[in-house]
């Protein structure tokens, strides 16, 4: 995954405009497990099947936009949704 500070920098949510984080491993392991299981879902509460490498997070930290392959998803309704994972923490950012 190649994204620069420079480059996050110019991010930004397309769904609500805001600066977007790198997520932490621990976020991305999270995420993949729940992949796995069948309970990730997108915007569209569709099911999410394909893991990640990396993500990046929004600022309400309830939207993960996935990297996979080197590649950056930034569409508003493939993102992940984070905030119901499973009880615990705020999802980890870096």
């Not at 994204?3 to 769904?15: D, E, G, K, S, V």
């Amino acid at each position: 995954m190649i994204i620069t500070p420079n480059i996050l920098q110019m991010l930004r949510c397309p769904a609500g405009g805001g600066a977007l984080v790198l997520a932490d491993r621990q976020l991305i392991e999270r995420v993949n497990a729940a992949i796995s299981d069948g309970t990730a879902r997108d915007q569209l509460d569709a099911r999410v099947d394909e893991p990640i490498d990396a993500g990046v997070v929004n600022t309400a930290r309830n939207r993960l936009y996935p990297i996979r392959d080197n590649i950056t998803t930034l569409i508003a309704d493939d993102a992940i949704r984070i905030d119901n994972l499973g009880a615990g923490q705020t999802p980890g950012l870096s």
